[in-house]
């Protein structure tokens, strides 16, 4: 049977907060400052540390990916919409008379109220149309 080597001594200079943060986690693992300074310079040296960092970041950038890939598609939504709504409303509506067009104005600030009131509740709960639009294409027929 072989001996264990001896293990050598290293003097290190901590920053105070370090030095704190480390006394710390030894004293709530109950494990001594130096057993875990030297597991954090093991995983720090060991070859596959630099493996579980790129594994960190690259599910990290898939993450991203996929929120920047629904934030695009959620903006074509919107677009799409805004865009199907306004030429419906330019094809629909009337040019109206002065007389006419300050009761209409009156009346869309308060439809405008309303509008925004029924918004704020469809915000606060509810599914959002973005979903309700995925549920309703979803095994439809491409209309292209």
Same mark, same amino acid.
């Given at each position: ?12 200079y901590l920053d105070p907060a370090v030095m704190n943060r480390l ?6 693992r109950d494990q001594s400052r130096s057993l875990i %300074?030297? /597991? &954090? ?7 596959? $540390?630099?493996? #579980?960092?790129? +594994?960190?970041?690259? =599910? ?45 104005? %009156?009346? /869309? &600030? ?7 009131? $029924?918004?704020? #509740?469809?915000? +606060?709960?509810?599914? =959002? ?16």
């Open positions: 049977m072989t001996k264990p080597a001896r293990k050598r001594r290293l003097s290190v006394a710390d986690h030894a004293a709530r %300074a030297e /597991a &954090a310079i093991e995983s720090f040296l060991s070859p596959d $540390a630099a493996e #579980r960092q790129e +594994a960190a970041v690259t =599910k990290r950038l898939d993450q991203f990916d996929r929120r920047m890939t629904r934030l695009e598609r959620d903006v074509g939504i919107s677009v799409e919409m805004l865009a199907v709504f306004v030429r419906f409303w330019l094809a629909t509506t009337p040019t109206l008379s002065e007389p006419l067009a300050k009761a209409a104005h %009156a009346k /869309a &600030a308060e439809r405008y109220g309303a509008f925004v009131t $029924a918004l704020g #509740r469809r915000l +606060a709960k509810g599914p =959002k149309l973005r979903q309700e639009i995925a549920d309703d294409v979803t095994g439809a027929p491409d209309d292209n």
